[in-house]
């Protein structure tokens, strides 16, 4: 039976998968300094394996039979991820595979090299090289899927987005934050003028910021039998549903900026805990793309972790374990900073969209071949003065050299960003209609309801639907930025 | 050409490996308890297709094949080690594989359930079926490897190693120790009763326990920056030869026994880490087999970490990082303390072989058909009270039910201990002649002479030799109880 094939395919690709979870989340944990080449070896053959598996000629004839056979509703639908995932898998020929990893692989070495000088001339012919070989990309995929270009690299990300929908929601979105940022930010100035700013800075230990940051995972919702807190450089989400490996860095002088993090990977960690087990082994059983993703970590970090109802429970949980007692006039106004700043990652709720928008309307550029890679730097700067009104062009580093993605060939990706936070505020918008109290429950510690609303509508689901679907049916509408800016203004608009 | 594609083969079941030993060492120390299960099906999945490309038909002949290539010395070490361990991998049909792995897991199962309640009657059925797989297993083994059927189980572990040779040293060495442990016993009492022993107990904390862990492994020579330390229930020397992951459990009452469990997994780290790296994707690039892993274990622990000249050097760090002031009078009957036992991984160097050799003798029988498990208890009582003057006939958890190797069906794996103890001190004999000032380089704190010696003599050869070749060309001289029984005399005969 075909379908049994594929099932046990998945239990095989599953199984280096694991290994690839776990090795990677060692690896920025736990790993000697000295074991990164052998590590680095062995992942890479790894992952060739669970390539060569996945994207084997005969998985085509399996997917076409196995759709014939007399499959209940879930089988059905985990054929049609089979077959999603193996087309995306398998589009490119593999000569091409191998041109652009070695190509990515040199531009993402040189990046980690010049940003720190600023050099864009070095830069520059990498990166070229890279573009060149995405525009092919793009241009292979959409043959494949029949997408434009540009939609069919984001459909790697968020399958079912594309760029019709989402440009004019960004479009919407980014009008409406040109004003509104300078808005917000006099609003924050007034009320400083009133209430000036008392620093949170002083002597945290580690040992206690972990302890806090134990209990409020634990008490969002996080499975602590089924994952772990540890250190790393960059924070991240990783592990396997079972044992999903969170990570956060401490600062010892203030503790709001690791909290924050750990809420937000406790999100991405729920989203892992609570997929349906029975689909583990299938791509049906995975998360649903990077914009769903996101929503899930800045729904925890943003609608959850910055909501003055949670601080009001929050705040003697955190003086509990730091042994400090702040007001909620006192704490709120870090909890809700905006800054205007160069830098998307350091970026807060309101401004950080714009840092996206800018991405994804010169990466469509770039893929459509209307934007050379030697005029990023002018373009990048144009759009940053009319959108945040700042200036990078002598700051390259600050400019088109911030991120890692583009040097490692990851076009498509940075919507998921601000659809991830849009999504985060639709939900909002729909969890308080269908628990008209979740502010008093928050204040009160509880998040059960929330968790079972989420767990319901979104994390059972897998990948069960496209990310549009998903969306409208978790919230009952199609995406909408009217929820995110009624977020923003809710809370830094008056 | 042939010869490449086993050095490809190579490196694919490296990965594998590397996956599995990463992954058993997470899952003892990081792995949140809940992951257990789908660890254990990733681990099983991953070792399943490590086995699969290992035992595959074709290679067969590939290593004909390139035998027949023009290769230079280390090529034909390799091929000739390819083919030892194919042909160790294949000599069991797939079906037979599959029913003992089902038997055997069943049967460790009910062992950790019975061992408890000492319940042997319900126990005892289950390890019948081992047994009987077990005998088959080495009548195949014997018949594909030309040796006699137990000696065809200890190559699995020992390459080279046959009861013929084993079996007279091993009864020279009983002979002696049947005399001897009382011998030594009555010395260690009149010494106390002239030199009360010092109780150690006070309270360590564990992270100072920690940092003299750490102290003294980078003393004797382990890297840390390929290698590094934690805590596990059962302490183990696991991770690859780049990142050697040892593990330790701390009481806070007492730190020698911590200590010294370091000091063995530091053992068996520092021949992992000094492997020959060009062949570490060979069988070839391997330690040779578990008695020479003992030997090496057993070298840092007795030879260098029981030794009075390393005390001299290791007092004074031991009290600085303890905060405690110990004589060399107080500290040393610790670490030469004799007793006779009843469980063997409780027992001192004295009396330790007395448990393995009551084992190899039983379970030679076992294999022979000379000796049924039913008969065990008796049997097992037999030899203690022999051997030791202890009874067993009530207690089986202190008998035959004491261990996991005959449930997890590991026979012929038991002398590799007392082997290891013996090349330990072999190895000790030609150093001492080599290096005539070694004391004095202990009590100075330098091991760097004794780890050259060690490093070009056994670390650095891998595979390449047979376990009797690699302690002959290593010592001057084959296997020879008399250095160890010296070492006993000197240590605790006087
Ligand atoms: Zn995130
Ligand atoms: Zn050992």
Redesign the interface.
Known sequence: MSFQKLDELG??I???N??LA??GA?EA???????G???A???S??AG?AHRQAAAPEIADWIDAAEQEDLNGEQKAAISEFRRNYVNLTCLPADFVERQTRTRMRCEQLWREARGKGDWAGFLPALEGVIELAREEAQMRAEALGLAPYDALMEQFDPGNRTAEIAPVFEDLKSFLVDFVPNALEIQKTKRAQNPLRPLSGHYAVEKQRELGLAMMAAVGF??????L?VSHHPFCGG?????RITTRYRSDEFLSSLMGILHETGHALYEQNLPKAW?HWPLGKARGMAMHESQSLFVEKQIGRNPAFWEWALPVVAKHLGEDWSMDEILPHVHHVERGLIRVDADEVTYPLHVILRFELEQDLIAGKLEAADLPEAWDAKMKAYLGLSTIDTPQDGPMQDVHWPSAAFGYFPSYTLGAMIAAQQWSAIEKDIPDVNAQFASGQFDAVNDWRRERIWSQGSRWSTPELIERATGEPLNAAHFKKHLEARYGQ
Do not use: N, Y
């Open positions: 239990h095989r599953e199984a280096l694991h290994a776990i090795l060692d944990t736990h790993m000697a300094p000295g074991g080449e052998a590590r070896e062995a992942m053959a790894l394996m499975d602590l039998t089924r994952g772990s540890s396997v549903p079972t044992d999903v583990a």
